[in-house]
């Protein structure tokens, strides 16, 4: 009787020149991705989506699972569905785990199968005082739930940087079984797409182009990169836009209104532009356009726009608490400011060589440690989990 699922293989033994002359059949897990919401231009979202299409390409039966998603191709399915999927023990439940969800935490502690954590940090919920309580209440819970999900003894704990992974051996994960993955991002397809030609046109007009790509959020820190734009901008090069790319939240429109008066205040109106969330056609012509990309978020857990700047800008930033302070060295934005429009070239000449070579080491790096990932999940390779561990150790090395 055939087993559910199941695939059949040929295993060659240690002394033995060939194969086995009769097939071993072996249990094919199903994988089910697990996160509270789906949407577009998000890291979490961006990286469940890249994690299905690359098991599914390698011939894995996988699904998506949330609450909610702000599209309806590919499928999502509905949460409630789950336990008709997964189950056998050694199917692989891989939740991703960003912010406080009772719904997912139930889950967890019902859990039936492997059980994978991908830890993509938890913003400090502090960050968030007096512009989002509910966002300040879901970090606060979050930052709880996650006391429960490194003490719980899960098979696996994915992080995206080895700062998110010291924060789950703070809180007790087992070293064993805790690996640095970081999460996918989009430098192949913006290097395939084709620049917007009106977007070319519109910014290639001698000025230097300043450039920002997140969400406006008071934790991305926008008020701080405004501020040291405004001393640039007036003391150094009139000749200098601010262009914010990245999309503005209801939740958020009280930072967004505050933003807008510290322009005007500044004197800024004809020299920041918020171009909220735009295409990947335009995204890859204001890469190619800007002189510089810069950063000012006071907290990430990795930041995959400032990999996918890498390939082309330099990075100038303020120092920020979390992953970025201590793997990328950014300088303060007092000192950006001060940057005239030939340190710009400068600079830029010196350090790009340097930035894409580290930004396409990140790129291998992580589509190893998936390939690795998936062979460990599978149980066909016992030293994968040997080769993760190395892998983990010596990521900060990469540059």
């Not at 510089?292 to 006071?298: D, G």
Request: a positive charge; aromatic letters at 10%.
């Amino acid at each position: 009787m055939a087993v559910r699922r199941s695939r059949l293989c040929c295993f060659r033994l240690e002394g033995l020149s060939s194969p086995l002359p009769y097939p071993i059949q072996t249990f094919m897990p199903r994988f089910a991705i697990v996160t509270s919401h789906l949407t577009t231009g998000d890291a979490v979202s961006n990286d469940v989506l890249a994690m299905q299409r690359v098991l599914a390409n390698h011939g894995l039966e996988s699904r998506m699972y949330a609450e909610s998603a702000d599209f309806d191709e590919p499928k999502i399915w509905p949460l409630a569905e789950i336990k008709q999927f997964l189950k056998s023990p050694d199917d692989v439940l891989i939740y991703h785990h960003s912010f406080g969800w009772d719904t997912g935490l139930e889950l967890l502690r019902k859990r039936h199968c492997r059980t994978v954590i991908k830890y993509h940090n938890v913003t400090p919920p502090e960050l968030f005082t007096g512009v989002s309580q509910w966002h300040e209440q879901k970090c606060a819970e979050g930052r709880r739930h996650l006391e429960y999900i490194a003490r719980a003894g899960f098979a696996s704990y994915f992080s995206d940087s080895a700062y998110n992974m010291r924060e789950l051996l703070a809180l007790g994960a087992a070293e064993q079984n805790s690996f640095v993955v970081p999460p996918f991002h989009q430098i192949d397809r913006l290097d395939s797409v084709a620049p917007d030609l009106d977007t070319l046109e519109k910014y290639r007009d001698g000025q230097t182009n300043i450039l920002s790509v997140s969400r406006v959020a008071p934790h991305k820190n926008q008020a701080g990169l405004i501020e040291a734009f405004a001393i640039y901008h007036h003391d150094y090069n009139l000749a200098s836009r601010l262009v914010i790319v990245g999309r503005e939240e209801q939740a958020f429109k009280t930072y967004s209104e505050r933003l807008r008066g510290m322009i005007k205040i500044l004197a800024l109106e004809d020299a920041v532009e918020f171009l909220g969330e735009v295409s990947e056609e335009t995204l890859k012509a204001l890469y190619l356009l800007s002189n510089v990309f810069m950063f000012a978020s006071k907290h990430e857990g990795f930041s995959v726009p400032l990999v996918e700047a890498m390939v082309r800008h330099i990075i100038a930033g303020r120092r920020v608490s979390g992953m970025i302070g201590e793997s990328f060295n950014a300088m303060s934005c007092n000192n950006a400011a001060r940057l005239s429009k030939s340190s710009f070239t400068f600079r830029r000449r010196t350090q790009i060589s340097y930035s894409r070579s580290l930004a396409r080491s990140l790129d291998c790096w992580g589509r190893e440690r998936w390939s690795c990932c998936l062979g460990y999940l599978r149980g066909e390779d016992t030293g994968r989990h040997d080769l993760l561990r190395t892998c983990s150790a010596s990521y900060w090395r990469l540059g």
